[in-house]
Nanobody
């Protein structure tokens, strides 16, 4: 059974940092694009960042450029999201995704981890 499990979320003050992790199991995703998305209360899920199979970031949402960094360790089947200079508007449930099939469409999704940034 394929699973993506996010961790590292929590409550942080504005200006602080968090590092999210997403550990995959059940199959290797080393050959696929992986990504992070987020969904704030009352809003649609939005793209945050994506990374190719070689560990090169493909793109970031404009709202997080310069503050967030996506990375991966294929040997651990894990993707990370380092979030710095957090803002209250970054508050959301963050989801990782694996095996992109095109655009923002992925075959596998995690259950999400809550990030709350207080002002």
């Amino acid at each position: 059974q394929v699973q993506l499990v996010e961790s590292g979320g929590g409550l942080v003050q504005a200006g602080g940092s968090l590092r999210l992790s997403c550990a995959a199991s059940g199959r290797s995703f080393s050959g696929t694009v992986m990504g992070w998305f987020r969904q704030a209360p009352g809003k649609e899920r939005e793209f945050v960042a994506a990374i190719n199979r070689s560990g090169v970031p493909l793109s970031y949402a404009d709202s997080v450029k310069g503050r967030f960094t996506i990375s991966r360790v294929n040997a651990k089947n894990t993707v990370y999201l380092q979030m710095n200079s957090l803002k209250p508007e970054d508050t959301a449930v963050y989801y990782c995704a694996a095996d992109r099939v095109g655009g923002y469409s992925y075959n596998y999704w995690g259950q999400g981890t809550q990030v709350t940034v207080s002002s």
